[in-house]
């Protein structure tokens, strides 16, 4: 196929006609490279070509040239998708169908997914004679296909087609949908359940009751757990668009079958739904049907399954009627949570931790005393890191209800702990929740008990725990206020200028560049910069010039007499520094100070 000679370049000056002629060479290049990137470049080739030659040249080339490399026809079906404009409109959007159709007969599944969307971003712009004459068709022969690929693929495409049809045409292919979501392949049934939560959504309500309703109730009932546990998305579903009434009476015998299921996968997509089936849900009906099956999973067998459960048990308990919701808690729901909090599972301990310092709100303060506070101590204790670091995450949770003097006790030994976990993620995660412990528990505590501990993360081997604890001592500053931290917490901190260590040496300095909006000037011409000026002469470059773009941040807090007789000497020595980076921010960093204090 040549290049249209009349034209000297793509209509966007990009390529010439030449280069235009080599890249449609390129789709059929031996070289698989080659040819990906030709068929990115469809579009600017339809353009040159105009919407006649693209229609009778250009596509039927491309369906010539489907047996390719899947990333090769995963840039087609993009390519193609944007390609009505340049066909001539969509009097002519039919065209690209064969495409497509053969695009979703692909074996690799995500060249079949560009293809859905492909012809999801098609069918709207067709008429309903092209629907009619070529959509229609094209469907159905991809849902009597023999392979289980390509009827997975049909799957896809009724919920867009369906709302652009007249009545009796969605009959038939709503028949046709049925006879996919009972195909004997489990594949295609899985991909029908998967479909039909879109499907739902643009059928009108006496469609859902009499034809989608009773396929769920099939998929619910199907052998393979792979199809049911996808009943419960629909439940949801189908919830969104029934009235309550309908919901509980036919939606709800679903969800009680589903719960029941032998398969874990089932009661495990179930219990991951849970509260939104209860927000649908009549309170009667809650605590009739759905707090039981609740209540049955905190005890499952399978920590997948106990796991999913945890993780909704705070969302779950705020649904329950207010009525009853402190009688339902204390009497039914905090004993089955007490097998969990030493569940053998650490997933199912953590996913209980990460919610259960919420239900202290719900109970409030003797009940959380009584009943809550044991679980929580317990949790503390926990052996993984992950159970102490989501309850200490959280308990801010606790301290609005009862306050946490009464965990001070074991939060000390659970903050240790995670200080020195071998996980630098856990020690980065901890020191986050460091400002909001300190604040309740005081200064005299914070001062005893972990500004030791704070000083020590300033210089863990970790540089992302580093950065943390220099973020940490400002949080410190903006808690316990700027006096506090003159006379305590920055007398520490600048020790650690003299260190024998340069990393540490270099922290004091990342510390002092986060604090200059912080500190009062005062402080920050007695104290701070007479340790930073101190440093101008360390043996180690990387500290030098740090000291030249700290003091670049430290000057516009300070009085120009003080910068002319305290940072301006410095940097005047590190200009004359024997390293070239040392000599470049220092020049930097005077023509800052010259344009703030002239």
């Known amino acids: 196929m040549d290049a249209p000679m009349q034209m000297?370049?793509?209509?966007?000056?990009?390529?010439?006609?030449?280069?235009?002629?080599q890249l449609?060479?390129?789709?059929?290049?031996?070289?698989?490279?080659?040819?990906l990137a030709s068929v990115r470049e469809l579009t600017v080739i339809a353009a040159a070509l105009g919407p006649e030659r693209t229609r009778q040249e250009l596509l039927p080339f491309l369906l010539d040239s489907m047996d390719d490399e899947d990333d090769v026809l995963v840039a087609m079906a993009e390519?193609?998708?944007?390609?009505?404009?340049?066909?001539?409109?969509?009097?002519y959007a039919h065209i690209l169908l064969p495409a497509f159709e053969e695009l979703a007969s692909a074996e690799e599944g995500v060249v079949r997914d560009k293809a859905i969307e492909g012809l999801n971003h098609i069918a709207p712009q067709l008429s309903p004679d092209q629907l009619e004459q070529y959509y229609l068709p094209l469907l159905g022969r991809l849902s009597r296909a023999v392979w289980f690929t390509t009827k997975s693929t049909a799957c896809g495409l009724f919920a867009t087609v369906y709302p652009l049809l007249p009545a009796a045409k969605r009959v038939t292919i709503l028949t046709a949908f049925k006879s996919l979501a009972?195909?004997?392949?489990?594949?295609?049934?899985?991909?029908?359940?998967?479909?039909?939560?879109?499907?739902?959504?643009?059928?009108?309500?006496?469609?859902?009751?009499?034809?989608?309703?009773?396929?769920?109730?099939?998929?619910?009932?199907?052998?393979?757990?792979?199809v049911r546990l996808l009943a419960a998305t629909l439940c949801c579903a189908i919830a969104k668009r029934v009235s309550r009434e309908d919901f509980q009476s036919l939606v709800l015998p679903i969800?009680?079958?589903?719960?029941?299921?032998?398969?874990?996968?089932?009661?495990?997509?179930?219990?991951?739904?849970?509260?939104?089936?209860?927000?649908?849900?009549?309170?009667?009906?809650?605590?009739?049907?759905?707090?039981?099956?609740f209540l049955d999973f905190l005890s499952d067998v399978e920590p997948e399954v106990r796991t999913a459960i945890s993780k909704?048990?705070?969302?779950?308990?705020?649904?329950?009627?207010?009525?009853?919701?402190?009688?339902?808690?204390?009497?039914?729901?905090?004993?089955k949570l007490e097998p969990l909090v030493t569940d053998p599972s650490e997933h199912v301990r953590a996913a209980l931790a990460s919610?259960?310092?919420?239900?202290?709100?719900?109970?409030?303060?003797?009940?959380?005393i009584d009943a809550l506070l044991p679980l929580f101590l317990q949790l503390l204790k926990d052996e993984c890191s992950e159970v102490r670091l989501n309850i200490i995450s959280h308990l801010e949770d606790v301290n609005k209800v009862i306050g946490i003097g009464q965990l001070s006790q074991s939060l000390l030994p659970a903050i240790h702990e995670l200080a020195e976990d071998p996980s630098w993620r856990v020690r980065e995660a901890i020191i986050e929740h460091v400002p909001i412990v300190s604040q309740q528990l005081g200064v005299e505590f914070f001062n005893t008990e972990l500004l030791p501990l704070?000083?020590?993360?300033?210089?863990?081997?970790?540089?992302?725990?580093?950065?943390a604890a220099t973020v940490n001592v400002k949080n410190l500053i903006n808690v316990f206020g700027p006096e506090w931290a003159r006379t305590t917490l920055l007398v520490k901190v600048l020790e650690m200028a003299t260190d024998d260590n340069f990393v540490n040496r270099m922290t004091v300095l990342f510390t002092v560049n986060l604090l200059t909006d912080t500190c009062s000037k005062e402080t920050m011409t007695r104290l701070i910069s007479p340790a930073v000026c101190g440093l101008h002469k360390d043996k180690i470059p990387n500290v030098r010039f740090n000291v030249a773009r700290t003091l670049e941040r430290v000057a516009p807090t300070l009085d120009a007499s003080t910068v002319d007789s305290m940072l301006r000497p410095v940097l005047m020595t590190l200009v004359n520094d024997t390293d070239r980076d040392v000599k470049f921010f220092a020049k930097k960093a005077l023509l800052s100070i010259d344009a703030v204090h002239v």
């Open 182 to 226: 009972e195909d004997t392949t489990p594949m295609v049934r899985r991909s029908a359940a998967t479909a039909m939560q879109d499907l739902l959504a643009v059928v009108d309500g006496s469609v859902l009751k009499s034809v989608l309703l009773p396929m769920t109730n099939a998929l619910a009932k199907d052998d393979q757990d792979s």
């Open 8 to 21: 000297d370049t793509a209509e966007d000056g990009e390529y010439t006609i030449a280069e235009l002629a």
């Open 312 to 335: 909704n048990v705070l969302e779950f308990c705020k649904n329950l009627p207010q009525d009853r919701r402190s009688d339902l808690l204390l009497n039914q729901i905090v004993a």
């Open 24 to 35: 449609i060479d390129n789709i059929k290049h031996i070289d698989p490279d080659a040819r």
């Open 355 to 368: 919610v259960i310092m919420g239900l202290a709100a719900l109970l409030g303060k003797k009940p959380t």
């Open 255 to 293: 969800f009680r079958a589903l719960a029941k299921d032998n398969s874990w996968r089932t009661r495990f997509m179930v219990a991951d739904t849970i509260c939104q089936l209860q927000s649908y849900c009549a309170p009667e009906f809650v605590l009739s049907d759905v707090l039981p099956s």
């Open 79 to 91: 390519e193609l998708k944007k390609f009505v404009p340049l066909l001539g409109g969509s009097a």
């Open 454 to 467: 704070c000083i020590s993360w300033l210089k863990d081997p970790v540089f992302a725990v580093r950065k």
